[in-house]
């Protein structure tokens, strides 16, 4: 199957300080990408999708100027936490979507904030 | 009414059982069917892809959907302890954009 790779898979940082998480298509190229967030025992839930030149587009609730989304090419997109706070500690999760219509995930970030 | 329904579980099996996973769902738009395995902390890993209604096999995987009935399995021949995980049916339609409709997840734990 096609490749997602999703950087860093884990990290710590203090509260009121921006996170940046990468996603990239190794194999692919991804002109709709998606970003999703997790909780312990709990399934995916999508956040935003983002499209390759095009400004994202965010589910009900998600705060856009909370959690920036970028896809600047066919095999990059990244999401910023901005100003992160304790209770934005989760599991985040990208996936790409390929022309079969096949999505493939990454690897996921686990975000701690203290 | 959830769109797509998927029992949690837990589901704890021997090894060298069959499993049967399964989802219903409600939207009869749904045309793009996928079955993933997600291990603890890790992103979901897909393992079967289906367009439309049929049976699909690879290795010990069989993937059935069955749009009449709006009803799709998993089924895993053999089970082994490593495949002790998450199961997650998705499912999305040709008009959505690729947006993924996910079911709750099955635990499934194959001991040995």
């Known amino acids: 199957g096609a490749v997602v790779s999703q950087h860093p898979s884990w990290v710590i940082c203090k509260s009121g300080t921006s996170v940046k998480i990468e996603c990239r298509s190794l194999?692919?190229?991804?002109?709709?990408m998606f970003w999703y967030r997790q909780f312990p025992k709990q399934s995916l839930m999508l956040m935003a999708t983002?499209?390759?030149?095009?400004?994202?587009?965010?589910e009900q609730g998600v705060e856009k100027d909370k959690f920036l989304i970028n896809h600047a090419s066919l095999t990059l997109s990244t999401l910023t936490v901005t100003s992160a706070h304790p209770e934005d500690s989760s599991f985040y999760i990208c996936s790409g979507r390929t022309g079969r219509k096949e999505a493939f995930f990454g690897q996921g970030t686990r975000l701690t904030v203290v | 009414q959830k769109e797509v329904e998927q029992d949690p579980g837990p589901l704890s099996v021997p090894e060298g059982a069959i499993v049967s996973l399964n989802c219903t769902y409600s939207n009869s738009a749904f045309q793009y069917f996928m079955w993933y395995r997600q291990y603890s902390r890790k992103g979901p890993e897909l393992l079967m892809y289906?367009?439309?209604?049929g049976n699909k096999e690879d290795g010990r995987f069989t993937a059935q959907v069955d749009k009449s009935s709006k009803y799709i399995s998993l089924f895993i021949r053999d089970s082994q302890p490593s495949d002790s995980a998450t199961y997650l049916c998705?499912?999305?339609?040709?008009?959505?954009?690729?947006?993924?409709?996910f079911g709750q997840g099955t635990e499934l734990s194959v001991k040995p």
């Open positions: 194999d692919f190229q991804a002109t709709t």
């Open positions: 289906t367009y439309s209604s």
């Open positions: 998705a499912m999305s339609a040709q008009n959505q954009g690729g947006k993924l409709i």
């Open positions: 983002s499209n390759e030149g095009s400004k994202a587009t965010y």
